[in-house]
């Protein structure tokens, strides 16, 4: 199975801050990485698909990077809408695995 | 609209059993890999089970296998999931999530709203 670990579990941020967010696959994914956001007590939403393509209606200010292992979500100028939890998740190949997720909470 | 409406939770025994389902609208369900994830109260999320598009073929985590059945009725456009030998560690939120394509390869875009499965006696 291929694992995914995200860092940091979580972070604290004020808003206008450039937040980066970091996924890191055991093996090689080449580009078959999804980010979602959560909030509290809602269902995930797609961000990211493809590594770096963005979701429609999500604000450009979301933007994903990275191909192989190494996996960055940056939010560039966080709002107050953007506090959640974030998770990464490989679709290479079943199962399908998430990273543990990370928490953005406000300064 | 594209949506997915789950329904079927609840409180369950340990050792029981129980079926989740999940209502399509928007788009038909055999066109697009489907999943089911969960999450574990104060937990991340976790994949439990998905079945793929024109083809059926279905995929199940090693935590569920044997006990967990994913299926879908074509004319109700609905995805199932059929909970046997239910544990404690079972006990979730479950979610339903519409892939991007047919084979599970483009990752989720639409997920329903979800529906708590509670495991205990």
């Known amino acids: 199975d291929i694992q995914m670990t995200q860092s940091p579990s979580s972070l604290s941020a004020s808003v206008g801050d450039r937040v980066t967010i970091t996924c890191r696959a055991s093996q090689g994914i080449s580009s078959w990485l999804a980010w979602y956001q959560q909030k509290p007590e809602k269902a995930p939403k797609s961000l990211i698909y493809?590594?770096?393509s963005l979701q429609s209606g999500v604000p450009s200010r979301f933007s994903g990077s990275g191909s192989g292992t190494d996996f960055t979500l940056t939010i560039s100028s966080l709002q107050p809408e953007d506090f959640a939890t974030y998770y990464c998740q490989q679709y290479k190949s079943y199962p399908l695995t998430f990273g543990g997720g990370t928490k953005v909470e406000i300064k | 609209e594209v949506q997915l409406l789950e329904s079927g939770g609840g409180l369950v025994q340990p050792g029981g059993s129980l079926r989740l389902s999940c209502a399509a609208s928007g788009f038909t369900v055999s066109n697009y890999a489907m999943n089911w994830v969960r999450q574990a109260p104060g937990k991340g999320l976790e994949w439990v089970s998905g079945?793929?598009?024109?083809?059926?073929?279905?995929y199940d985590a090693d935590s569920v296998k044997g006990r967990f059945i994913i299926s879908r009725d074509n004319s109700k456009n609905t995805l199932y999931l059929q909970m046997n030998s239910l544990r404690a560690e079972d006990t979730a939120v479950y979610y339903c999530a519409k892939d991007r394509s047919a084979t599970g390869s483009s990752g989720m875009d639409v997920w329903g709203q979800g529906t708590t499965v509670t495991v205990s006696s």
């Open positions: 079945m793929s598009g024109s083809g059926g073929r279905t």
């Open positions: 493809a590594a770096s």
